[in-house]
């Protein structure tokens, strides 16, 4: 199976995307993986990536893109994979479109985790991380009550990342982003949406519940 995994942050896409992938014995290719590869491998496309990110720079789409296409095309890929980070807009999905033709395949499915904005904000602003030993707690789902670490009686902080405002504005920018997105694999007719709340389990279960048309 060819599935792309797209969700906004806070849904466990990461979570799902390990489970999916090894309950159909697929790799897991996230673009975070593929840069770490080739920067630590010291290929090419990753010393043109690392000089980008040296300078602080944005790694350009056409080097992402290379990337992807280079990892595709490894044996482990040939009858399936599971992407996760890319395409993150309709460009990109317009070019691996054409990308996978040019391979003689498509997407079978792009699997959309779905989960309502209210809860995301309760699932990442929730979050604590000790400044002694960086375990994370969450202030509901670990009834937090204090801000004393359980393990090892550090004390708590909020990450900038995870305060309400920042979660908030990296919502808008997904929505901007992958909106148009959701809509062109919709309009492709191989879009499905999976409710993405509750245990981890549950969510993995409705999961290949729903892929389960598309497996070979």
Same mark, same amino acid.
């Given at each position: 199976m060819r599935l792309?995994?797209?969700?906004?942050?806070?849904?466990?896409?990461?979570?799902?995307?390990? =489970?999916? *992938?090894?309950?159909?014995?697929?790799?897991?290719?996230?673009?975070g993986d593929i840069f770490r590869a080739n920067v630590s491998g010291g290929t090419e496309l990753g010393k043109l990536a690392k000089e980008y990110m040296d300078r602080g720079d944005l790694v350009p789409d056409e080097v992402t893109i290379a990337m992807v296409r280079d990892r595709l095309s490894e044996d482990d890929a040939r009858d399936g994979f599971l992407?996760?980070? =890319?395409?993150?807009?309709?460009?990109? *999905?317009?070019?691996?479109?054409?990308?996978l033709a040019e391979f003689g395949v498509a997407l079978d499915v792009v699997l959309e985790l779905v989960v309502d904005e209210e809860e995301v904000v309760r699932r990442l602003a929730g979050r604590r991380t000790c400044g002694q030993c960086g375990r994370i707690w969450h202030v509901d789902f670990d009834d937090k009550k204090d801000d004393i670490c359980d393990a090892c009686g550090g004390s708590l902080y909020q990450r900038d990342d995870d305060k309400?405002?920042?979660?908030?504005? &990296?919502?808008?920018?997904?929505?901007?982003?992958? *909106?148009?997105?959701?809509?062109?694999?919709?309009?492709?007719?191989?879009?499905?949406?999976?409710?993405? *709340?509750?245990?981890?389990?549950?969510?993995? &279960?409705?999961?290949?519940e729903a892929l389960a048309p598309y497996v070979d």
């Open positions: 792309v995994l797209v969700g906004p942050p806070g849904a466990g896409k990461g979570t799902q995307a390990q =489970f999916i *992938a090894s309950n159909l014995s697929i790799p897991k290719i996230s673009t992407l996760d980070g =890319f395409p993150r807009n309709v460009p990109q *999905a317009e070019i691996l479109k054409k990308m309400e405002e920042t979660v908030r504005r &990296r919502l808008e920018v997904y929505q901007e982003q992958t *909106a148009p997105l959701v809509s062109f694999y919709a309009e492709e007719k191989i879009l499905v949406g999976v409710e993405a *709340a509750g245990p981890v389990e549950e969510v993995t &279960r409705r999961a290949m």
